[in-house]
């Protein structure tokens, strides 16, 4: 199975779980939240993972999921807008069909980066410190 694949199955596998266990959209967890639910999991006596790696590669696939949709909005938008040119410029930037997760490379290594600092900054609003990085990063697109 491809990397690409795995990640849109585990996202819709834990769609449903957190929605199960918790009565609540995954959507609608913030990042850390999902993270120190994980941590949960892995110190309780009824063991939902394998180890502490199996937890991280799940939540790191979530937000790679999460990322990509965010990825595939601003292209939408830019297709809408119709300004190819923005629309491929951003395209070659981001996104990479070619590649085991579909987002470039780099751009991976930036993502788990994120995912690190948005946990250990839990105590102040999560959503923000994406918010504020997406418009960063996405901001000479839109």
Known sequence: MSLKKEIIDT?????????????????????????????????????????????????????????LMEVKRILQILREMSDQNLYQRFLMEFFDDSSPSGLQDLKVHQINNESDKIW?????????????WRKERFAKYI
Do not use: P, V
């Open 11 to 67: 996202y819709y596998l834990y769609e449903d779980f957190f929605q199960k266990k918790t009565g609540r959209a995954i959507d609608s967890f913030e990042m850390s939240e999902i993270r120190d639910y994980f941590l949960k999991l892995l110190n309780s006596k009824n063991k939902h993972f394998e180890n502490i790696t199996h937890a991280e590669d799940t939540f790191l696939y979530l937000y790679h999921y999460r990322e």
């Open 120 to 132: 250990f900054s839990k105590e102040k609003s999560s959503n923000e410190t994406i918010d504020s």
